[in-house]
């Protein structure tokens, strides 16, 4: 279970990391515009992190 990751515990009691908005999505919603990111965290749930595993690797 994902509440069961180290990082995301350590990450998640974080209350500067867990609650604080990036800058760019400041910029981009004042310009009244959707803005959607991936997770901060776990890295494993991240797309791009996985097609990235696969070309380092060779599996692809």
């Not at 069961?4 to 350590?10: G, L, N, Q, R």
């Not at 990450?11 to 959607?36: D, G, T, V």
Request: hydrophobic residues 40%; proline residues 7%; charged residues 25%.
């Amino acid at each position: 279970e994902i509440l069961d990751c180290c990082s995301f515990k350590i990450i998640s009691n974080q209350l500067n990391f867990k609650y604080r908005e990036p800058a760019l999505e400041e910029i981009i919603e004042k310009a009244r515009h959707l803005c959607m990111f991936l997770p901060k965290f776990p890295c494993e749930l991240n797309p791009n992190e996985l097609e990235w595993n696969f070309i380092k690797t060779g599996q692809f």
